[in-house]
């Protein structure tokens, strides 16, 4: 988990909501959205877009849906959205497991491929929650600043 800032276990009833809308199913779909979302709302500010941060929230977008697709059993939802200095973004899955560090080597001692996503989300956002659905499966919502 992500152990240097808060991550919670609820049932939070706008998540479920999440799940019925359609979304991006692919990664590149998800980043794509997030530039959108991103793109509109400095357009619309007049605010300057850090080309960094945008580049960490792209990153966290796709970690986010890759997991979802390789560990949780697809992505049942997604959503993005800007809220103050802040993007967030939401990917809901299959799966209830919580989404775990994987160690760097197996147990014979091979080093694994794979297994950094999780803690580059847990280091791009400045929050992360994991909250289980009512009808199964969880949601991971990570707030990644943007400036």
């Known amino acids: 988990m992500c152990e240097q800032h808060g991550t919670e276990f609820a049932l939070e009833p706008f998540a ?27 357009r619309a500010t007049c605010a300057r877009c850090d080309p960094d941060a945008l580049s960490d929230a792209l990153l966290v977008a796709s970690e986010l849906t890759t997991n979802a697709i390789l560990h949780g059993g ?8 800007v809220v103050g200095r802040d993007v ?13 560090v994987a160690p760097r080597v197996d147990r014979r001692g091979c080093h694994r491929i794979g ?8 280091r791009l956002a400045h929050d992360v929650r994991v ?14 600043p943007l400036s």
Do not use: M, Y
């Open 115 to 122: 297994g950094h996503g999780w803690p580059i989300v847990c």
């Open 16 to 42: 479920a909501e999440r799940r019925g809308r359609a979304g991006p199913r692919k990664p590149a779909e998800a980043r794509r959205a997030v530039e959108r979302a991103v793109t509109e709302r400095c």
């Open 131 to 144: 909250t289980d659905l009512p009808t199964g499966g969880k949601c991971v919502t990570a707030l990644v």
């Open 88 to 100: 967030r973004v939401s990917v809901c899955d299959r799966s209830a497991d919580v989404p775990v």
């Open 74 to 81: 697809g992505i049942t939802n997604f959503h993005v959205d």
